[in-house]
């Protein structure tokens, strides 16, 4: 228990590290004028076996400096309890640390910054079993490959040496009822793929 505890709390210092430059928000890289107010960088377990990545911080993220904690997080919660998992076991994060104005997708280029500058070495940190990416925004930005999130949802990909889920965005759930079934199911494979 304590060398688990140990390598929680290095990774935890491994990633506050990583984030220091870019407390002074409006000077990082990261940041998207507009209605942007803090850099979300994520939570939960630094030692997690399943990674979480959205595509940005949404109104509520922004406000609170957490990620999916709005509607949409409300509903990964629930989804995480059907599929037997805690919150506070896995890691969310976002491609994007910075809401775009008006909620809008994000640009190319945002998603390659938040990918390049600091998604990539939170992965390597955590160094998670399983990364499910949170719609079509993240699985392009993260992979840079043009798969169709209504085609490919809930098949496992290799990125890097990782095992990749991609996941419908909850945001889409919320639009598009009729998908529930189908985002509950491929949140239920997480386990079968532990």
């Avoid at 928000?25 to 979300?40: A, D, Q, Y």
Wanted: net charge positive; glycine share 6%.
């Amino acid at each position: 228990m304590v060398k688990a505890e140990n390598k929680n709390l290095e990774k935890e210092v491994l990633l506050k590290n990583l984030y220091a430059p870019h407390r002074d928000f409006k000077n990082s890289p990261l940041f998207i004028p507009g209605e942007c107010t803090s850099i979300v960088f994520g939570e939960g377990n630094p030692d997690a076996e399943i990674l979480f990545i959205g595509e940005a911080p949404g109104k509520m993220e922004d406000i609170e400096g957490r990620p999916f904690v709005g509607q949409s997080g409300r509903l990964l919660n629930r989804a995480l309890e059907f599929a037997e998992l805690k919150r506070e076991e896995v890691y969310i994060t976002n491609i994007v640390k910075c809401r775009p104005p008006n909620n809008r997708t994000p640009l190319p280029n945002e998603l390659a910054i938040g990918r390049d500058l600091l998604l990539l070495d939170q992965i390597r940190i955590i160094n998670p079993k399983i990364i499910c990416t949170l719609g079509s925004a993240a699985l392009t930005g993260l992979t840079q490959k043009g798969y169709s999130i209504t085609k490919i949802h809930g098949s496992p990909l290799t990125f890097l040496e990782y095992v990749l889920l991609p996941l419908y965005h909850p945001a889409y759930i919320l639009r598009n009822r009729r998908e529930a079934p189908n985002f509950l199911a491929d949140i239920k494979k997480i386990k079968t793929l532990l």
